[in-house]
């Protein structure tokens, strides 16, 4: 029998973010310990977002998803999100042995080149697996891409323009990203040195030492 008033059941879930670093040259490091008496896990991660080489706009990073049975997932990782530039996003575990082994990544794009999607490893076989190539920088204004919510920068080609997808847009400017109402980022836009929001790439003129291109992000769910 139906009931004639749906009414919802108790929701319990321990969302964790952590965020690159731009202000160093070194990695951000993290440890993450999984809640106890949780029996899912969904883990986003999102590579750095590249330079503008003076032509091109940035590249965006690649993102990585995983979901499984908690299980599956060690008690405690480490978590490395990428400053930007030319680091990776990473998820790993500490062994017996010396250095940590990688279990999930998220490449960080080159200059304008995207970020490529990351082969499934070992890892991946214990659960749902995803990765999904960044997008490049562009010579003009920037389009939205069909397969990424991650924008790369612009070029200064075009009037100055990007279009993001679900109908965001930026002008001239540093990008932005927000997780709500819907995920999406915004690269750099026609400017002097305009950064990207997390993962994207910046406009093209951002070009001096350091990252411009948007900080990674690593996004972990249990419950």
């Given at each position: 029998?139906?009931?004639?008033?749906?009414?919802?059941?108790?929701?319990?879930?321990?969302?964790?973010?952590?965020?690159?670093?731009?202000?160093?040259?070194?990695?951000?490091?993290?440890?993450?310990?999984?809640?106890?008496?949780?029996?899912?896990?969904?883990?986003?991660?999102?590579?750095?977002?590249?330079?503008?080489?003076?032509?091109?706009?940035?590249?965006?990073?690649?993102?990585?998803?995983?979901?499984?049975?908690?299980?599956?997932?060690?008690?405690?990782?480490?978590?490395?999100?990428?400053?930007?530039?030319?680091?990776?996003?990473?998820?790993?575990?500490?062994?017996?042995?010396?250095?940590?082994?990688?279990?999930?990544?998220?490449q960080t794009a080159t200059t304008s080149v995207a970020g490529a999607a990351?082969?499934?490893?070992?890892?991946?076989?214990s659960g749902f697996y995803q990765s999904i190539a960044g997008q490049a920088?562009?010579?003009?204004?920037?389009?939205?891409?069909?397969?990424?919510?991650?924008?790369?920068?612009?070029?200064?080609?075009?009037?100055?323009?990007?279009?993001?997808?679900?109908?965001?847009?930026?002008?001239?400017?540093?990008?932005?990203?927000?997780?709500?109402?819907?995920?999406?980022?915004?690269?750099?836009?026609?400017?002097?040195?305009?950064?990207?929001?997390?993962?994207?790439?910046?406009?093209?003129?951002?070009?001096?030492?350091?990252?411009?291109?948007g900080p990674g992000m690593v996004l972990i769910a249990s419950w």
């Amino acid at each position: 029998m139906l009931d004639v008033f749906h009414i919802a059941k108790p929701q319990g879930c321990d969302i964790q973010t952590f965020y690159g670093n731009q202000s160093t040259a070194n990695f951000a490091q993290y440890s993450w310990t999984k809640p106890r008496g949780i029996s899912n896990i969904y883990m986003l991660l999102i590579g750095g977002g590249g330079n503008g080489n003076g032509t091109n706009g940035g590249g965006s990073g690649a993102v990585t998803v995983w979901y499984g049975s908690a299980q599956n997932v060690p008690d405690n990782l480490l978590i490395y999100p990428s400053r930007g530039g030319n680091q990776d996003t990473t998820v790993r575990y500490q062994t017996s042995i010396s250095t940590p082994v990688i279990l999930l990544t998220a490449q960080t794009a080159t200059t304008s080149v995207a970020g490529a999607a990351t082969a499934a490893n070992q890892f991946a076989a214990s659960g749902f697996y995803q990765s999904i190539a960044g997008q490049a920088g562009s010579t003009s204004d920037q389009t939205a891409s069909a397969t990424t919510f991650l924008s790369g920068g612009n070029g200064p080609g075009g009037i100055g323009v990007i279009t993001a997808n679900y109908g965001y847009s930026r002008g001239p400017g540093s990008g932005f990203f927000q997780l709500q109402p819907i995920i999406v980022g915004v690269g750099g836009c026609n400017g002097s040195g305009s950064r990207g929001g997390i993962g994207c790439g910046s406009d093209a003129s951002a070009v001096a030492p350091g990252a411009t291109g948007g900080p990674g992000m690593v996004l972990i769910a249990s419950w």
